[in-house]
């Protein structure tokens, strides 16, 4: 999963050491604040010295963050677990733009109507408006049980 927005508090760093291998570990959460109509704030962990060396993520940065999110279960509770394991600079006037609502690019997947309003096939007529086909016979033609009618209603 991805978000998008800017980093509005860079909690402290954590770190020990694994009981169960004994080498050293790190982690830091960070919120990050969307720029939708309502923005959404989210917290989420980047695990290990080499990742927040290579993140090194600051207060205020404009980010792209894929995570990913998992659940675990301590005493009865359970608790959602979000890590990043990417996270891309974004360009904070893109960002503005993005929070203005202003599109840059057409979405995936949607294509211009084609010329004249035919169909995409060279040379093709649109196809006919099934509301505007032929009518249904008027009510009274139906009523009377017509010998030339074989339906059983």
Same mark, same amino acid.
């Given at each position: +999963?991805?978000?998008? #927005?800017?980093?509005?508090? &860079?909690?402290?760093?954590?770190? #020990? &050491?694994?009981?169960? =291998?004994? !080498?050293?570990?790190?982690?830091?959460?960070?919120?990050?604040? =969307?720029? *939708?109509?309502?923005?959404?704030?989210?917290?989420?962990?980047? /695990?290990?010295?080499?990742?927040?060396?290579?993140?090194?993520?600051?207060?205020?940065?404009?980010?792209? &963050?894929?995570?990913?999110?998992?659940?675990?279960?301590?005493?009865?509770?359970? /608790? !959602? !677990?979000? =890590?990043?394991?990417?996270?891309?600079?974004? *360009?904070?006037?893109?960002?503005?733009?993005?929070?203005?609502?202003?599109?840059?690019?057409? +979405?995936? #997947?949607?294509?211009?109507?084609?010329? #004249?309003? @035919?169909?995409?096939? =060279? @040379?093709?007529?649109?196809?006919?408006?099934?509301?505007?086909?032929?009518?249904?016979?008027?009510?009274?033609?139906?009523? @009377? @049980?017509?010998?030339?009618?074989?339906?059983?209603?």
């Amino acid at each position: +999963m991805e978000i998008e #927005g800017r980093i509005i508090a &860079v909690l402290p760093e954590r770190g #020990g &050491v694994s009981q169960r =291998t004994g !080498n050293a570990w790190k982690s830091q959460e960070f919120v990050i604040e =969307t720029h *939708d109509q309502y923005p959404r704030k989210c917290v989420f962990g980047v /695990f290990g010295a080499d990742r927040l060396a290579q993140f090194n993520i600051q207060s205020g940065e404009e980010l792209r &963050v894929s995570f990913d999110i998992d659940a675990h279960e301590y005493n009865g509770r359970w /608790f !959602n !677990n979000i =890590t990043a394991w990417r996270v891309e600079r974004v *360009d904070p006037a893109a960002a503005q733009a993005a929070a203005m609502g202003v599109q840059s690019a057409p +979405m995936p #997947g949607a294509f211009p109507p084609p010329p #004249g309003g @035919g169909s995409f096939a =060279t @040379g093709a007529q649109p196809a006919p408006d099934p509301l505007k086909a032929a009518p249904f016979p008027p009510a009274d033609s139906q009523e @009377g @049980g017509d010998a030339a009618d074989d339906l059983p209603f």
